[in-house]
């Protein structure tokens, strides 16, 4: 009605002087903060806390169709980032976008080629292309590994929900349906923290090992995925973790009374 001001910042999310990065994302270093300030109405507790629903608006019918935040808030979350909001009634709304620096994937470069040392572990491998996680599970499945697998990164979620401590490692495609890599991670260490989490990836940007570790992911895979690449990774991420878990409680279950049967507790294999 009487105009007003409109502000566009952008700048690191570690910066000063702004909201700070969202619970989850890991280290602040790692991401710009775009933020989008205006001096306007301001909204209300209420209405600030169902903006992001898709259809929801305060305009009368006909102006919107309460779509826009909710398209920004999907973009931005499938590029591993997060949207906050800050309104006061009367002073203004401020959204700040938190999206990751684009970066090379990059890792110091081998003296020699590891050597192969076979090792015990059970591995959930999450990819939502079939024929890659055939190839995948054939390839640790070759080098004693046993292989739960899954094409779904929500029943992935379900099986490790229902059975951590079954597993010894997870290892997750990033581009996928419903849930990212990085978003998968994070939920499984909500569950279990301890869990080695490796990502595989055909694009690089946007990620870096630093900020992937930071985020409590253990490693990070570019596909095509090699045999010696994939079974070097898991194993050294196994060997540092000590005896597979899977394997401790096997052991834990030997001793007086019935022998317990050792696949009453693993999720299926099949996909």
Do not use: W
């Not at 300030?37 to 301001?42: I, K, S, V, Y």
């Not at 992001?52 to 019918?61: A, I, L, V, Y």
């Amino acid at each position: 009605e009487s105009g007003g001001g409109l502000d566009v910042v952008l700048t690191g999310a570690s910066e000063p002087g702004g909201p700070p990065l969202p619970a989850g994302l890991g280290d602040d270093r790692f991401y710009l903060r775009l933020t989008v300030r205006d001096t306007g109405h301001g909204m209300p507790p209420d209405v600030q806390e169902r903006i992001f629903d898709p259809f929801f608006t305060t305009k009368k019918p006909g102006e919107g169709t309460g779509m826009g935040l909710a398209v920004v808030h999907g973009i931005v979350k499938r590029h591993d980032g997060a949207v906050t909001v800050e309104s006061e009634p009367g002073k203004g709304t401020a959204f700040h976008v938190f999206l990751p620096r684009a970066q090379a994937l990059e890792r110091p470069v081998e003296a020699a080629e590891p050597v192969l040392l076979p090792t015990k572990g059970r591995i959930l491998f999450v990819d939502d292309e079939k024929p890659l996680v055939d190839i995948g599970r054939e390839m640790l499945e070759g080098f004693g590994f046993e292989v739960v697998a899954r094409t779904s990164s929500v029943e992935a979620l379900e099986a490790f929900r229902h059975r951590s401590r079954d597993f010894d490692l997870v290892l997750s495609d990033q581009s996928m349906p419903n849930m990212t890599g990085v978003e998968l991670a994070r939920e499984i260490l909500r569950i279990r923290e301890d869990i080695p989490i490796v990502l595989c990836t055909g694009f690089s940007e946007g990620l870096s090992l630093e900020r992937l570790r930071s985020m409590g992911i253990a490693d990070c895979i570019m596909k095509p995925l090699l045999k010696r690449q994939l079974v070097e990774c898991v194993g050294r991420l196994l060997r540092r973790g000590g005896e597979p878990k899977a394997a401790k409680a096997g052991k834990a279950g030997k001793g007086g009374g019935k022998k317990p049967s050792g696949r009453s507790r693993r999720a299926p294999r099949n996909t």
